[in-house]
């Protein structure tokens, strides 16, 4: 068997390939979760290659399942070998364990203040030119003032999914930026909202970005909001910015400040 580095994911592990990407319980519990179990059975004496090649029987898409997470794997293993990185509790533990700081989704109609505080981050996404997406972020304090606000236009022929799930990467980023810490962040989209709260990372394009969300914060509440309570970042997501990209600090531009006034009078 291939000697490897001691496995990352847990303390004392042999020193071997096979307890890396399939034998150690940690790694073990992944490969159940994404049903995937029959792929991490190594037969002694097989080669790595050989044992692609016997793979080749199973059903196509538990076969590319199986190869990403495989990918997934090894890549957080080198990340915490050779660059420090600890990304894999992050972005699984909270999955497989129950750990980590999450929260059921609720869906409100009105926008609420976050609790005293605290930051709160709406975001949202636009389609309605074709060929371009508007992406739209504010950040707003306990009393309903707003700390900073953004908006950002791409040429980019995205699901609305994943448009939303870039807003809320953005979001994320502007949080860093400005050094905001207990946020929480809402959005319109049920089901990224509901599987950033569930850390439920897989397999799909999506899940490439909102492993990068995910590993942005490590405290963060996810919350569901309906249309009406998202107003201020889905008209920011329909502003044009200078450039690219553009970032308000203590203010909004006034083609969103009605929305803000409106959400400040609800509260």
Known sequence: MAEVSD???????????????????????LWVDCDCTEMSLWPTGMTFLELFESLCKLEKKKLCRGAILLWN???????????GKDTYPLLY?????????????????????????TIKLNCNASLNVEGWVGLGVVAWDWQGE???????????YWPPV???????TMAVRLAKRFGLKDITLEADDQVLISRLSKAS?????????LDEILSSCNSVLWYHVKRDGNSVAHNLARVLPYGVEQVWENLCPCEVSPFVLMDKLSI
Not at 7 to 29: E, H, M, N, T, Y
Not at 73 to 83: A, G, K, L, P, S
Not at 162 to 168: G, L
Request: positive net charge.
């Open 93 to 117: 533990a909270r999955q497989i364990y129950g750990g980590g700081k999450t929260a059921t989704c609720r869906s409100s109609k009105k926008w609420v203040p976050p609790p005293e505080g």
């Open 146 to 156: 707003v700390l900073s606000a953004a908006s950002r236009r791409t040429r980019a």
């Open 201 to 209: 990372v897989y397999l799909t394009d999506l899940d490439t970005i």
């Open 162 to 168: 994943v448009a939303e799930s870039k807003a809320a």
């Open 7 to 29: 496995c990352p994911w847990c303390v004392g592990c042999p020193k071997s390939l096979q307890q890396a990407l399939f034998d150690c319980p940690i790694v073990r519990d």
């Open 73 to 83: 794997i090894w890549n957080r293993r080198n990340d915490m070998i050779f660059n």
